[in-house]
């Protein structure tokens, strides 16, 4: 059985992918049209019996909260995110996200550079929580390394955190000096 937890999540989810969302008020089974339109842009499976219960509690308890904006506009509701709903559902989104593993090595080094200013030091600190998670190779303190293309992955986490591109570059090498360890850390020939 999924969480209260995980449901606002893919409410949250749903929202993010869809933009808003508009119903026909006058219809009394407005949330039973509403929860496929959020389940169809998530991977979330649920219960039948209880996915309509769920859905509806997690649903106003995300209104209280102040996360999504609910709005009448002639006989029809719109559903949106807000400013915060935004926010957490876009964490939501970088907790899914992860770097793919190509069947085979193009035999390019990704090297990340970033330098964060210390008043930033929570963004710093979340980002390399999150490329320790990707299993990126730590070559410095602000430098780190992957064999595998991660430019949209990054890209995400830069917009998240709201980094500027002149404090964290990609650079792709073909070589790095003495890289036997950093192969042997991706397990690479």
């Known amino acids: 059985m999924k969480t209260k937890r995980d449901v606002a999540k893919v409410i949250l989810e749903g929202l993010l992918w869809t933009g808003a969302v508009a119903i026909a008020s006058t219809n009394p089974y407005f949330l039973h049209r509403l929860v496929p339109k959020l389940i169809r842009h998530t991977r979330y499976k649920i219960d039948k019996k209880r996915k309509l219960k769920s859905f509806q509690r997690s649903f106003y308890y995300l209104k209280q909260q102040g996360l999504i904006n609910v709005e009448y506009i002639g006989k029809q509701i719109h559903i949106s995110l807000t400013k915060e709903g935004r ?5 939501h989104s970088i907790d899914n996200l992860n770097i793919k593993k190509p ?7 990704r090297i990340l550079i970033f330098d964060i200013q210390d008043k930033h030091k929570i963004k710093r600190e979340a980002l390399r929580g999150k490329l320790k998670e990707f299993g990126f190779y730590k070559l410095q303190k602000s430098v780190w390394v992957c064999p595998y293309a991660f430019q949209t992955e990054i890209n995400i986490l ?9 404090d964290m570059r990609i650079i792709t090498a073909k070589e790095i000096e003495n890289d036997g360890e950093i192969k042997s850390f991706f397990e690479l020939k």
Not at 103 to 109: K, P, T
Not at 158 to 166: L, T
Request: aromatic letters at 20%; zero cysteines.
């Open 158 to 166: 830069r917009d998240f955190f709201g980094i500027h591109h002149r």
């Open 103 to 109: 069947e085979r090595w193009d035999g390019l080094w």
């Open 87 to 91: 926010k957490n559902a876009g964490k």
